[in-house]
């Protein structure tokens, strides 16, 4: 998964950056400014925006206005310092998906991202199963037949991200575009080895291959 | 002690108008009554003389000439007047000036004495009976002598009545004025407490009205019957001046005190997830000590927001207030030079050159401190918003009654829209701008709260691309007066 984040307060950026990347594994851009931000939403493909209002440049709302104007269906979370009644209903108006009054609580944070996502991908519950395969986006965790089975934290992103796609064409680019941040060029040789690595671990002891490899096209997580 | 200071607070002008309008209604009744008793006395009285002088005419009549023609009288006390009080006889005494002592009625009072003389009346009692008596003097005796050679007498009547019937009619009368006073007077304070009472309605409903006064609704709507009453208008002409103005002080404080809260929010935000992170997984003594110093340094930019918010907090008290702090002479133009020498590291690192032009000495009771802060502030400013390698130029001079201080700098300017806000507390022109050189969007706010406590002003002029004027005006007074607000 990848979010940005458009936040000025460098730091606050920095940290939430970093809590996203820690503790869901997510790839994360973030922008200091409102023109950078609406120039990276409109460049990339996000599975979540995390929004703050109060942004130099290009206003928050703004941003937020012109993203729903192109059509992106991205959720957005908004941060924001206002919690009165006005300019709740103002920002979800004008399309935001939920917001967040700072000062938040990071694990708060990390927890409506997810749900965002999940619902983004038309998921509503934190635990996806596709047949005999059940992954746990809170813990992290993946099982298969009941046995759990351990993922390094990139064979999980890789998986993660499949299992909110099922039965879709997921080609090499976007994964790469949906699992690193805008340095993803660099990686384009290793999803090979990502695949490889999950089909050996989720084929233990089952003959059935979940995720079929189409030429020229992508990958596929099935049932 | 407690039961006095209960009593005063039940004290109401209703009830002091109310005893006020029953003393004076009290005393004219019974001034009136007095009048009244003392009127109907004299009257009683003076009828009572009238009569009493024609029952000693009667008695008059009775004194005849002795048939000897020795010149003599003697009383004929065959036909004697009835008394003037059937229940109370008349008492008379009869002297001739020649024949001397002549009668005296029957049942005359043992051992009263009255000697002759001038004509006069008075009060007397005898017996536990009050009497009225009148002293008649040459009274001519109207029967003629035989012996015409005879010079004729004259007589001096004493003659008293008893005032018992007057006495009892001025009791009547008293009592029947009392009568008539009490009822009036019942009549008009029941009037005039109910008079009282409708005049004091406004009051009541002036009350009313200011008890739904609260600080979600500050209007207070003068009833129009208060509105009306001359008394009662300054009374609602200063509440709602007073009403206007603590309107506009809770609404400023709690503007600020929303503005203070929301810029706050951001430097905790800021704190609160760099601990958070730093907890998330167990980190090395490297990244603990990282984590920490990040949160020292947003700690100390919280404290730095804190104290621009007290200084702004004070300003504006001074402002609004007046100092009531010691301040020194100063000269204008040595707290510009050390705002010019505490900004010129600065001004150097971004190749930008101050000129300061003064023009003899100017000055000031001030604190220097606030001074320097407000040079400081707007030459900062002027700096950050210069393009490199211009120039920023300070002018201090004295015009009449007032020092002026310009900064003129050659940058980007203010925008119009923005220009009638850069005063406002937590107003931020360019958000990138200041946030990137630490600003909280107070620094202008500050500058104008102790310009203004030092009874100045300050105004901004700005054109787009070619750069922005500020100037500050500080009144100096005359020789003669010597110190400011």
């Known amino acids: 998964m990848r979010v940005l984040v458009v936040e000025d307060e460098i730091r606050l950026a920095e940290n939430v950056a970093r809590s996203l990347r820690e503790s869901a594994g997510y790839a994360v851009d973030v922008a200091s400014d409102g023109q950078e931000g609406l120039f990276l939403a409109e460049s990339n493909t996000y599975d979540v925006v995390l929004l703050d209002l109060m942004l130099p440049k290009l206003d928050g709302m703004e941003l937020l206005g012109r993203i729903r104007q192109s059509g992106q269906r991205t959720p957005v979370l908004v941060l924001t310092a206002r919690d009165d009644k006005e300019s709740v209903i103002a920002l979800l108006n004008a399309g935001a998906d939920d917001y967040l009054t700072k000062p938040f609580d990071l694990g708060e944070l990390l927890a409506r991202t997810k749900a965002l996502i999940r619902r983004g991908k038309g998921q509503a ?7 005999d395969l059940e992954l746990n986006t809170v813990n992290r965790t993946v099982q ?12 999980y992103r890789v998986l993660e991200y499949l299992v909110h796609r099922p039965r879709a064409v997921v080609s090499k680019t976007e994964l790469l575009e949906h699992l690193y941040d805008y340095n993803w060029e660099k990686f384009s040789n290793v999803i090979e080895v990502y695949i490889s690595g999950l089909r050996r671990k989720l084929n233990e002891g089952s003959s059935r291959q979940l995720i079929r490899t189409l030429r020229g096209q992508g990958y596929m997580l099935q049932d | 002690m407690d039961s006095e200071s209960k009593n005063m607070q039940r004290d109401s002008i209703q009830r002091r108008l109310i005893a006020s309008v029953l003393l004076s209604q009290s005393i004219l009744t019974v001034g009136l009554m007095v009048i009244g008793v003392i009127v109907t006395y004299w009257r009683l009285l003076s009828t009572l003389d009238v009569a009493m002088q024609a029952h000693a005419t009667s008695v008059a009549v009775l004194v005849r000439y002795t048939d000897d023609g020795s010149g003599h009288v003697y009383f004929d006390n065959s036909l004697l007047p009835e ?17 001397g002592y002549l009668t005296r009625s029957e049942d005359w009072p043992e051992g009263l004495q009255f000697q002759p003389g001038p004509s006069q009346h008075w009060n007397f009692s005898w017996a536990g009976v009050p009497y009225h008596g009148v002293r008649m003097s040459h009274v001519p005796v109207l029967d003629r002598p035989d012996n015409a050679s005879v010079k004729p007498q004259t007589l001096t009547i004493v003659y008293a009545s008893p005032t018992v019937r007057i006495r009892q009619q001025v009791k009547a009368a008293l009592a029947a004025i009392t009568a008539a006073s009490l009822l009036m007077l019942g009549a008009t304070t029941w009037l005039a407490s109910w ?3 409708r005049g004091l309605l406004p009051l009541q409903i002036l009350a009313r009205q200011a008890s739904l006064v609260s600080t979600q609704s500050w209007k207070l709507q003068p009833p129009k019957e208060a509105e009306d009453i001359e008394e009662l208008r300054p009374l609602t002409e200063s509440m709602t001046q007073m009403l ?15 503005n203070a809260a929301h810029e706050l929010k951001t430097p905790v935000a800021v704190l609160k997830s760099t601990l958070q992170s730093l907890l998330q997984r167990p980190r090395s003594s490297e990244e603990y000590r990282a984590g920490l110093q990040a ?24 402002a609004q207030n007046g100092q009531q702090r010691e301040l020194e002479i100063i000269d204008i133009n040595s707290t510009c030079e050390e705002a010019v020498g505490r900004i010129r590291s600065l001004a150097q690192s971004r190749n930008t050159s101050i000129h300061l032009a003064t023009n003899g000495p100017v000055l000031f009771r001030a604190d220097p401190e606030d001074l320097q802060l407000v040079w400081t502030n707007l030459l900062e400013n002027a700096v950050r918003y210069s393009p490199e390698g211009s120039s920023v130029e300070v002018a201090v001079a004295r015009a009449g009654e007032k020092a002026q201080i310009t900064f003129q700098d050659h940058g980007a300017g203010i925008s119009p829209s923005d220009l009638p806000r850069i005063f406002d507390r937590f107003y931020r022109g360019d958000r990138s701008r200041t946030r990137a050189t630490g600003g909280f969007g107070l620094g202008l706010a500050i500058v104008k709260a102790l ?13 787009p691309g070619e750069g922005t004027r500020m100037t500050v005006e500080l009144p100096i007074p005359g020789r003669k007066s010597s110190a400011t607000g």
């Open chain 1, 125 to 131: 519950s934190p635990v996806v199963t596709i047949g």
């Open chain 1, 144 to 155: 298969r037949g009941g046995k759990a089975i351990t993922l390094t934290a990139m064979e």
């Open chain 2, 83 to 99: 008394s003037i009080d059937p229940n109370h006889p008349d008492q008379f005494m009869v002297w001739a000036d020649r024949t």
């Open chain 2, 195 to 197: 008079k009282i009472r």
């Open chain 2, 244 to 258: 206007a103005r603590l309107e506009y002080s809770f609404k400023q404080q709690r503007e600020f005190v929303g």
């Open chain 2, 295 to 318: 949160s020292l340094e947003d700690l100390e930019r919280l404290e730095q927001l804190l104290q621009w918010m007290l200084r702004l907090a004070r300003a504006e008290q001074w």
């Open chain 2, 451 to 463: 310009v203004e406590a030092y009874g100045g002003s300050i105004a901004a002029e700005s054109t």
